[in-house]
């Protein structure tokens, strides 16, 4: 399994894998009804994948206020959508209606314009979870509407 897994992830090498596999191993305290080499197999593949994860969340955070800037210039009958859509997405995540974690997402489809299939090879998911989570995002903020209507006056 943690080959398997190796093979596929260009950013991490079997030792990657392996170090965390054992240390599972070592702090692994198995209850009645663990599947023990499964479990320590996606632990360590969560905990070599995380920090990538938090890296491209930090990235596309960072890039908020510069999309912002570039997508200002996109002003229809009066409103200024690229920065409309950067305060929305803010208030979604001030009032948590969002998570923080589905805001990489939702910027490169909403703000960058990226395909789903574009969204997807950056995000390292398929194209079908991309339009998923748009939705999601979207249903959850429309059932919200008025909560953000207000606390953008």
């Known amino acids: 399994m943690l080959v398997r897994m190796a093979a596929r992830d260009p950013h991490a ?3 990657d894998y392996l170090a965390e596999a054992w240390i599972r191993i070592r702090t692994l305290t ?7 080499p499964t479990s320590v ?12 994860r938090r890296l ?7 890039q908020l206020p510069e999309i912002e800037a570039r997508e200002a210039t996109r002003v229809m ?5 690229g920065s409309r859509a950067v305060e929305l997405f803010s208030a979604a995540l001030a009032l948590g209606i969002l998570a923080r974690s ?12 990226m395909s789903s299939d574009d969204a997807a090879a950056r995000h390292r998911i398929s194209p079908t979870a991309v339009r998923a989570r748009c939705s999601r995002a979207t249903r959850t903020m429309r059932r919200h509407a ?6 953008l006056g």
């Open 13 to 15: 090498s079997l030792d």
């Open 30 to 36: 198995p209850g009645p009804s663990t599947t023990v």
């Open 41 to 52: 197999g996606l632990d360590a593949l969560h905990a070599v994948s995380q920090p990538r």
């Open 56 to 62: 491209q969340q930090r990235e596309i955070l960072q």
């Open 77 to 81: 009958d009066g409103i200024t959508y």
């Open 102 to 113: 589905q805001l990489p997402v939702l910027a490169s489809v909403y703000l960058l314009e």
């Open 146 to 151: 008025e909560q953000l209507r207000e606390y």
